[in-house]
């Protein structure tokens, strides 16, 4: 079984729009009968996610109905958990966006993509069926960063909203501060007041870059948080964890799994157990 787990900044003159390179190959003998399955909790992020090789089929929930998933998709905030039925041989390229980027980059109201997948070939019909071409041909993943970092220039350069304002700033206030933000929760009029909106402008503004309620993305990014935790740190245990990260206590924690997964924290933490990394010893912090 061959493994690749390559997580990396894009350079310099992408990290405006693009926080993070995801770049997971996975692949499984053919004696193997049945493939792992990644039980995918909700993060905050937007996202564009290139599969060169095999696909993956995506089960919202533990519903037990996987949906093909298209060769380019992209996917808008999630609050809600989903398994990812990886191929034989499986790769996926993932682009994690910068809070507001993909509104930036599209134009499109980010809440009509919440929990939802969408063939990227819809949004870029011309350039995706040429960049999955390309990426098609190459020998080595190293090959894909320039062609996917060059797409990405394409996309700013073409970008009818480009600049960063100041609400895409309180969005990544949110994101990296989200335990005191989540626990401290200082409301509408403080946070629109940084982005020198209405409140009502800035709650629909925020709606229309993020997907989701400033007060959801804050609590999806600290679950987010807390999951990563656990896996970097499996000896603590689940109060020490929600005590660290600013819930009021186990029970806190336990009804934002149940939200998000419909699962128990031990429940979840069993499933996500199973995914594709940890046939390769690898958790992902």
Request: some cysteine; overall charge positive; charged content about 25%.
């Amino acid at each position: 079984m061959d493994g690749i787990f390559d997580y990396r900044p894009p350079h310099p003159s992408l990290r405006e729009y693009v926080r993070l390179f995801q770049i997971v190959g996975c692949a499984f003998p053919a004696s193997m009968s049945v493939l792992p399955v990644k039980s995918y909790w909700p993060r905050a992020e937007n996202c564009l996610t290139f599969f060169p090789r095999d696909p993956e089929k995506v089960e919202y929930g533990f519903d037990g109905k996987p949906i093909e998933s298209p060769r380019t998709r992209v996917c808008g905030q999630h609050s809600v958990a989903t398994n990812r039925h990886v191929g034989r041989d499986f790769m996926i390229f993932q682009i994690q966006f910068q809070p507001g980027a993909l509104f930036q980059l599209t134009g499109i109201p980010v809440h009509e993509l919440t929990n939802t997948i969408v063939d990227a070939e819809a949004v870029f019909p011309t350039e995706i069926s040429r960049i999955n071409e390309r990426l098609s041909y190459t020998k080595h993943y190293t090959e894909m960063i320039p062609i996917v970092e060059n797409f990405l220039h394409y996309l700013i350069n073409r970008a009818k909203y480009k600049h960063l304002r100041p609400i895409d700033k309180v969005s990544r206030y949110i994101l990296q501060h989200s335990s005191a933000i989540s626990t401290n929760w200082p409301g509408l009029d403080w946070l629109a007041d940084q982005a020198c909106l209405s409140q009502r402008q800035f709650y629909r503004l925020f709606m229309e870059r993020e997907g989701v309620s400033p007060r959801l993305y804050g609590r999806i990014a600290r679950f987010e948080h807390a999951m990563k935790v656990k896996n970097a740190h499996p000896h603590l245990d689940w109060l020490s964890i929600a005590v660290k990260l600013g819930y009021y206590d186990y029970q806190h924690l336990v009804r934002d799994f149940k939200e998000f997964t419909q699962l128990t924290p031990n429940a979840f933490l069993e499933a996500e157990g199973k995914a594709p990394e940890r046939v390769f010893g690898v958790a992902e912090t």
